[in-house]
C-alpha cells in the first residue's frame, strides 16, 4: 500500500488530506472518505487503509483545514470538557456547502492522479458527515456512484439541503447504517427517513443496526461493537463493490 498526506488546494486555503491506495495494479477507483467530529486520528487512517487494500483510491481529507486544527486528540466524555466544546464548535463552523467545496476539491485533484481511476466514485461519511456524503451523491450525480451514512446526523431537517430532500437527485445507490441507540439520530427518525425516501423513489436502504450504539463502527470507542462493525463493514464492500468494480 502507498499512504501520502498532502495539501490539496481549495478556494479557502490547503486542505491536508490522507491518501491510501495499492500499490500495485490499474487504477482505483476513488472513495471520499468524511471524518466525524473528533476528526482526523490514526483510527480513521488504518479504516482507510483496510478499504483501500480491497482497491481502492481513499481520500480522507482534514475538514477543519478552515480552523488551522488537524488532530484534536482523545475528546474526553464530560460533557464539559474544554476539548470536547471546542470539537462541537468546528462541527458546527463547517456545513454543507463548504464541505462540496471540497468534495469538488478532491474528486478534481484524484482525475489527474495516475493511480486513481477516472470511472465512477464512492462516498463516506461517519456522524456529522453522514449528510455531507450524501449530499455529493446528490450534487456530483454524474460521477458518485455509490454513498453511504454511517451513523449520520441532521439526516432530516427543516432545510432544503437536507439529505432526505435531496437523495432523490442522486444517481447513487444510497445506504444508511443505523444505530438502535443514538441520540444524535433517534430511533423515531428511522422510520420517516425511510418513507421519504421510499416516496421519492430514492436508491437506498437504511438499515437498523439492532443492539447498537452511537459510533460502534470505531474500533477505539467504548461503543464498538464488533460484530456490527464487522457488518458496516459487509455492506460497504458490498455496495462499492456493485458500482464502482463491476
Known sequence: MIDQQIDIATKDGQMTTFITHPERGDPSPVILFFMDAPGIREELRDMARRLATAGYYVMLPNLYYRSGEMELGPIPPEEDA?????????????????????????????????????????????????????????????????????????????????PHVVAKKAKAELYFACAEVDRWAPMEMIAPLR??????????????????????????RPDYHKAAAERHWERLHALFHRHLQS
Open 82 to 162: 474544554p476539548l470536547r466544546k471546542k470539537m462541537f464548535d468546528l462541527m458546527y463552523s463547517i456545513d454543507i456547502p463548504r464541505v462540496m467545496q471540497n468534495a469538488r476539491a478532491l474528486l478534481d485533484f484524484a482525475a489527474t492522479q495516475p493511480a486513481a481511476s477516472k470511472g465512477p466514485a464512492g462516498v463516506m461519511g461517519y456522524c456529522m458527515s453522514g449528510r455531507y456524503a450524501i449530499n455529493a451523491a446528490a450534487n456530483f450525480p454524474d460521477r458518485i456512484a455509490a454513498a453511504a451514512s454511517l451513523y449520520g446526523t441532521h439526516l432530516m431537517t427543516d432545510q432544503p439541503d437536507s
Open 195 to 220: 418513507e421519504a425516501l421510499t416516496a421519492d423513489r430514492a436508491n437506498a436502504e437504511v438499515e437498523l443496526y439492532p443492539g447498537t450504539h452511537h459510533g460502534f463502527a470505531f474500533p477505539a
